[in-house]
């Protein structure tokens, strides 16, 4: 008995002392993962596509202290004090004192995403282009149309007719938590997006409509393209709180306009379109006359130095040929955060563990962590503080629609292209982001392709990964061509700059343009004094200058002198 229990304890204290090394090793292993992870962040498994989510928080912008200028305190109104269970209940109750609302906002782009271009016929709008972001809109509306001015569009049953469809709330509440959900269900990928969040008050909502402000706009403008600056390069969160650095009319604690400050418009059609833009105001109004285009020049008129200085006039002769942004936007993306400048859709479809998954290898000036890698796009690249590219331009753009064909041998393919010359009088030299991007196109057809990106089946790419089915589904939805083989093609894309501007002691100085290796060195047809494009045009004008100099002081001198012998004689 003795020998039997002295075996037995020492068994056992054997067992312990096994287990124990055990749990020690096991607790190592815990610690050096822990800590490995902490120094090498492994990519994070893709619950939902999180970029989205941010477009539905508020994002309020305080009032200035004064008094509201508004003729009707909607709070007060019978009408609207409730209850609404929804949002068509509150437009209903809208229209019943704005009665030809509904009637002016049928023709607005934000209702129809239409734009019929009167020069070249094409149809263009989200409803209908192809883009080098997330591609396409049409087909993927119970996504997309979070942002758009309406409810419940889902697909192309969706009546535009029905005024009470018609989200007034978008554009004119000012509480910053109003918020617009998919109308569809997406796959698994997308199963969690806006968990969460509290339910709309529908009457205090309602009650606090006013005039649109930037937290109106920006909550679809900031995040176009699939995320926070992504798509524009010059409208992000950064500018819902801008300070005077980064744009000196949205500057908060100074002239803080907000976006229809600008855009001014009447019977809810506002001016400024990238599909038709104003580059040089050639019809100014007189002064005290309404200004109802987005330009410079509307505000500022086309000599905006002081004619009093010899720089000021140099400066105004510069208008004609040079927009204002060209040289009071120095860089884009600017105030923390970074702007997508490529984005390569080859590599999406990766998975671990059979889950879509996402990396955040940049971190932009905010310190905010950006993907560089999600399964369901592919990979990316960013940029901050980006200098613009420069080109002629006289607000005509030209897009490369679903139903045309391109030459896949010349890349990369212009997906949007811009007219203007030296030699044309409407032209100025204008800013750019120019968006390089590798995307599937069909290539039996050589055309660009729709994607069904977004739904609750085996064929949205949103989840099963598969580039076939989606084309596949995404072109016979309308009936479009598809030769069953895609690939898959370089394109670049467009962008004018016309926010973030600087102030004006920021602006551009002579030397950043007049050198050789200036800005504008990539701009062929014309002469710009400083490039040494012309060694010999230079060295006249140099030349000239001097003679000229000469010629004022020795004039100068002779009259001195002559007054001098006078004053003897």
Known sequence: MVNFHQNSTADTAVSLSHYLKIFLLWLGFIFASSFANAEHTDPKNEIGISEYKVTAQGHAIPAKNKESTSTTDHSKLEVLQGPFSSGPEVTRACLKCHNTAGHQFKKNKHWTWEYKDTETGQMLGKKNLVNTFCTNARGNEGMCAQCHAGYGWKDDNFDFNNEENMDCLACHESTGKYYKTPTTKGNKACSVMFDGKKPIDWAATAQSVGMPRRSNCGKCHFYGG???????????????NPDKKLDVHMDTKGLNFDCVTCHVGEGHEWSGSRYDMTVGEKHLPKPGMKRDVASCESCHSDKPHSIKTIEGNKLNSHTKK?????????????????????????TMGKLKNG??????????????HRHTYKSIKGNFKYGENVKPSYRWFNGKMNFLTIDQKFDPTKKPVEVNHFKGAYDDP???????????????????????????????????LWGNYDFGKAIKVGMGKYKLPYSGEYDFIDTVSYWP?????????????????????????????????????????DIIGILLILGTLAGVLGHGALRIILARRRTKS
Request: glycine fraction near 12%; charged fraction near 25%; charge should be negative.
């Open 497 to 537: 700059i016309n926010h973030m501007v600087s102030p004006k002691e920021d602006a551009l100085d002579c030397e950043e343009c007049h050198a050789k290796q200036g800005r504008l060195k990539d701009l062929e047809g014309f002469y710009m004094p400083g490039t040494g494009k012309n060694k010999w045009l």
């Open 322 to 346: 040079v927009a204002c942004e060209t040289c009071h936007i120095p860089a884009f993306a600017r105030g923390g955060v970074a702007t997508k400048t490529h984005w390569d859709w080859r």
């Open 226 to 240: 699939g995320g926070d600056n992504v798509k524009h390069g010059d409208l992000s969160s950064a500018l819902f």
């Open 355 to 368: 889950e879509g998954y996402n990396e955040e290898g940049y971190t932009q000036g905010n310190g905010e």
């Open 426 to 460: 409407d032209s100025r030299i204008y800013p750019f982001k120019i968006m390089q991007t590798i995307q599937p196109y069909d290539k039996g057809n050589n055309t660009l392709v729709y994607m069904e990106l977004w739904g609750d089946n085996d064929t949205s």
